[in-house]
């Protein structure tokens, strides 16, 4: 369904057409057009929003800088003194200078904030939706895992008649985001629901720092590849694809030798890392900041 459907709407095309099924989106980047019309992709890359390939160029770093229009039309780099139009300059462009315009509603290239609808499960399945859709573009394997393991846990409490655990909500804030919005699932009047001050993602609270090589422990240890720095000390999170996640505070650290060390230094090394959980086909690790 069109992600500009409220929750009413979304029941009444279930109660319309209840022999279909229902797919949703609720959680991730939110197109700035209206059902995924934006041209910005496919001008800059040739791949196309609607073609499902979009590369989120409306979240790249962009810097501008003024304009001014010629008597021929044409558009040049100008004196910042005077207003009206600007242009943009993307990171990885250099030199390549785009026009864009501002009026009363604002500038066109912008962020949106992200979508979260976790507190909505409950009435997606009362509705009867068949799926939920979580948008992982451009994400990283971990987002996917974090993201995928909160709305399992909230699908499984809302089936089981249980209200939501605060918890999960939690967890998607410990994610890289841009603040979140429940998007069109209620209507909202005011400007409280934009983001007009940091477009930006928000740092967050945990970091992925590493990846089980392998699927169990060996003699009390794991081989991990290194994503991010960690250390001795920091406090851990084992994130595994079943939801039983385990805290700990790292006390020992070993390199790939299995020699005692105390900083894991960053991507591209291997170390060994305390661990007596399940063996699991896959095992992430977050560092709580």
């Known amino acids: 369904l069109s992600r500009e459907l409220s929750l009413d709407e979304m029941a009444e095309i279930r109660q319309q057409c209840p022999d279909i099924e229902l797919e949703v989106f609720v959680h991730g980047a939110l197109c700035i057009a209206y059902s ?5 992709s496919g001008y800059l890359n ?22 001014e229009e010629l008597a021929d039309g044409n558009l040049i780099q100008r004196n910042p003194q005077a207003d009206s139009v600007y242009f943009l300059e993307e990171k990885n462009r250099p030199g390549e200078m785009m026009p864009v315009f501002e009026d009363e509603h604002g500038t066109y290239i912008m962020n949106s904030k992200d979508l979260r609808a976790i507190e909505h499960v409950q009435r997606l ?33 809302a089936a089981a008649g249980k209200p939501i655990d605060p918890k999960l909500i939690g967890a998607l804030e ?8 429940d998007g069109f699932y209620q209507r909202h009047h005011s400007e409280e629901h934009q983001n007009y001050i940091s477009g930006s993602s928000r740092s967050h609270r945990q970091e ?27 406090r851990l999170e084992f994130i595994l694809p079943e939801g039983n996640n385990i805290e700990v505070v790292l006390d020992r650290l070993q390199n790939a030798n299995g020699q005692p060390i105390d900083v894991a230094p960053g991507n591209g090394h291997q170390v060994r890392v305390p661990y007596a959980g399940p063996a699991s086909p896959l095992i992430l690790i977050s560092r709580f900041l």
């Open 36 to 40: 995924g019309r934006c041209l910005l």
């Open 46 to 67: 040739h791949r196309d929003s609607n073609q499902g390939v979009c590369t989120n160029a409306c979240r790249w770093e962009y810097k501008p800088s003024p304009a």
């Open 125 to 157: 399945v009362d509705i009867g939706i068949d799926c939920l859709k979580i948008e992982g573009r451009t994400k990283s394997h971990y987002y996917v895992a974090r993201t995928t393991q909160a709305y399992r846990q909230a699908i499984d409490s």
């Open 174 to 181: 410990n994610l890289s985001n841009r603040g979140y919005t």
């Open 208 to 234: 992925f720092v590493g990846e089980a090589v392998v699927a169990g422990a060996e003699n009390g240890w794991i081989l991990v590849d290194v994503k991010n720095r960690f250390q001795v000390g920091d």
